[in-house]
């Protein structure tokens, strides 16, 4: 008699998971969760190493870990990043990978276009000038100037997938001047959004917001750095809602203390919470938001009818809709049987 198929998730952030028990139980699978998100190596391989199929909130998956993980086939990242998952080792042993590109994307949008708006309207300077003003009895502006309107200034996206093509859409009503840089979309989905490739270098340079959408790779990391903000109008501000990793956070602190550039709104971090001498806090032109950019109540039920889809998909034999390692469908060691 065949054991039951097991799943295990290793980390979540929902208050309970009800949903996932009563699915789950409805398919006769072994279904177990945890909270291990910060656990070492060796723990996360003792416990997960004979599930079948993993969902991975922050748990980090490392080349150590994807080794020892014997029975594991999938491993599914609840979100969109995929980071803490070390892909070439998971392709290396036969594990497929993938993740929910599309479950949060309108709210990272919307988080995305708020900072725009608080930063590029210095929203935090105008509640110290509330207090201040009542205070004196008389409004003081002074420390405000100069505040300018966005109609006719240059938005510039870097990244114009999921979330970037959301901004891009929801940005056009504002009669603004839009330059995108994605140098991976194809020229029919060019077309089909209505706009050119433009090189990064252009993009920094000729726009007054920039909002940043990528991933982190090795291209990406750390490539928001002082190069690119000495290209930067002086009235410019840099909006992250993406990854903390793609932005050198020193030379961002720099650029903003001697006022190269005129503001930052982020909301992601290479670490993360920041630490206490994390040194964008502080500053009255960045406005740092608690990596908040994902969530909606809508949001967080989309992502989990998709996990639990995917995981129908997987006992079913087929693989996940959003694979991110689709190399490992050419090894030989290939873990999952696939009808």
Not at 72 to 85: A, C, Q
């Amino acid at each position: 008699m065949s054991r039951k198929q097991i799943i295990k998730i290793t980390d979540f952030i929902e208050r309970e998971l009800d949903y996932e028990e009563r699915e789950l139980a409805k398919l006769g699978v072994d279904f177990s969760h945890y909270k291990m998100k910060s656990s070492p190596p060796a723990e996360l391989i003792r416990e997960f190493r004979d599930a079948d199929f993993l969902v991975v909130n922050m748990a980090k998956m490392t080349a150590e870990v994807m080794a020892r993980l014997d029975d594991v086939k999938v491993i599914i990242r609840h979100g969109i990043g995929f980071d803490n998952l070390n892909l070439p080792a998971a392709t290396e042993h036969g594990i497929i990978c993938a993740n929910e590109p599309t479950a949060s994307s309108e709210d990272v949008a919307e988080q995305a276009i708020m900072l725009i708006l608080a930063v590029w309207r210095k929203l935090f300077i105008q509640r110290e000038i509330l207090v201040d003003s009542v205070a004196r009895r008389k409004w003081v502006f002074d420390r405000i100037y100069p505040v300018y309107r966005m109609g006719g200034k240059t938005l510039g996206i870097i990244g114009c997938g999921n979330i970037g093509s959301i901004v891009l859409r929801k940005m056009r009503t504002f009669g603004m001047r839009i330059l995108v840089c994605d140098p991976y979309l194809s020229k029919e989905r060019l077309a089909e959004l209505g706009i050119e490739h433009t090189p990064i270098e252009t993009v920094m340079g000729e726009s007054d917001i920039v909002t940043i959408h990528v991933p982190v790779t090795d291209e990406t990391r750390g490539m928001f750095n002082v190069r690119l903000f000495e290209l930067m109008k002086p009235r410019a501000i840099l909006v992250n809602t993406a990854r903390g990793p793609v932005v050198n956070v020193p030379d961002l602190a720099r650029a903003l203390r001697e006022k190269r550039i005129a503001g930052a709104g982020v909301d992601v971090y290479d670490f993360e919470p920041p630490a206490t001498d994390y040194e964008l806090l502080g500053l009255d032109n960045a406005i740092l938001t608690p990596h908040m950019a994902w969530y909606s109540e809508e949001g967080g039920w989309d992502i989990r009818v998709m996990i639990v889809e995917d995981l129908k998909r997987c006992l079913d034999g087929k693989p996940p809709k959003n694979v991110i390692n689709p190399d490992v469908f050419k090894n030989p060691k290939l873990k999952m049987k696939l009808k």
